[in-house]
């Protein structure tokens, strides 16, 4: 059974159509209108093995922040809906990611329980076409809404650039461990309390 989800979200300031596949190849098409945002997407998607797809219409005369935000919402929602009941699920996983003089973090649990915390700062106000001050929040966004814990942290770095793409590919990476189905469980959920 493929697990995946198709998230259709429309409001006064976004319109934005988001499809995820987790057991798919890392293809990514993705167009939000903010370029930086895309490339970071893509990483997501190659480095996690997720296939996605992304079309977003947003009001990038006012600024890039309802976009990238809806954005992080929609794909928060659509990793909910494709996990279902987590059943079979490893559920936490952790990776650390170098990227040149950067060394990038994150440790997730699928939980149920949405909870982020984001330990990174930036030296510029905007990487292209995206404000560095957004990095948390699109982390923030994805988490409450995926219900998941999500613990995000720049060890060390100066390259903006690097710092955010250390962190994409370490979302990533453990949350393709993390998604991944133990043979060991069967059918089961993976916590005591026998539910997520």
Known sequence: ??????????????????????????????????????????????????????????????????TAEDVGICLGMALDRALGERRGIVRTAHSFVPMDETLGFVALDLSGRPYCVFDAAFATPRVGQ???????????????????????????????HHKIEALFKAFARALDAATRIDPRLGDAVPSTKGTL
């Not at 989800?5 to 995820?20: C, F, M, P, Q, V």
């Open 130 to 160: 995206l404000g560095t001050d957004l990095i948390g929040h699109i982390f923030e966004s994805i988490a409450i809404h995926g219900r998941f814990n999500l613990h995000a942290r720049i060890h060390y770095g100066s390259n903006d």
């Open 1 to 66: 059974m493929e697990r995946s989800a198709t998230i259709a979200r429309r409001t006064g300031e976004t319109d934005i159509t988001l499809t995820l596949i987790l057991d798919g190849s890392g293809q990514a098409d993705v167009q939000t209108g903010i370029g930086f945002l895309d490339h970071m997407l893509a990483l997501f998607a190659r480095h996690g093995q997720f296939d996605v797809s992304v079309q977003a219409a947003g009001d990038l005369h006012v600024d890039e922040h309802h």
